[in-house]
């Protein structure tokens, strides 16, 4: 499975972002879907996941209520809607995917390359 995420910029707080995340290749165990963030000499950590075939959401305290994952089954793309950023909401987002769901790093088979979300003050 090989998974491209894409979307990342450059805004200020109080704007919104989307992200995407195409799926390609032998998706039929990849389960559930996730957005992870890594901020610089920070550990990564989870986002929000999504269950590829219910739909059924789970959000990270830190995002919930500004963030909404969702998913296009007939496309493969998973999408993560970013509103209200904050700085603090700085990081590289990564996409992955696995066959469990879960808020861990370990859990995941799948990962996208990346990409930059920058949030200025």
């Known amino acids: 499975v090989q998974l491209q995420a894409s979307g990342g910029g450059l805004v200020q707080a109080g704007d919104r972002l989307s992200l995407s995340c195409a799926a390609a290749?032998?998706?039929?165990?990849?389960?559930?879907m996730a957005w992870f963030r890594q901020a610089p000499g920070k550990e990564r950590e989870f986002v929000a996941r999504i269950s590829w075939g219910d739909g059924i959401e789970r959000y990270a305290d830190s995002v919930k209520g500004r963030f909404t994952i969702s998913r296009d089954a007939a496309k493969n793309t998973a999408y993560l809607q970013m509103n209200i950023l904050k700085p603090e909401d700085t990081a590289v987002y990564y996409c992955?995917?696995?066959?469990?769901?879960?808020?861990?790093?370990?859990?995941?088979?799948?990962w996208g390359q990346g990409t930059q979300v920058t949030v200025s003050s």
């Open positions: 290749g032998r998706t039929s165990s990849m389960f559930f």
């Open positions: 992955a995917g696995g066959p469990v769901p879960s808020t861990l790093v370990s859990a995941y088979e799948y």
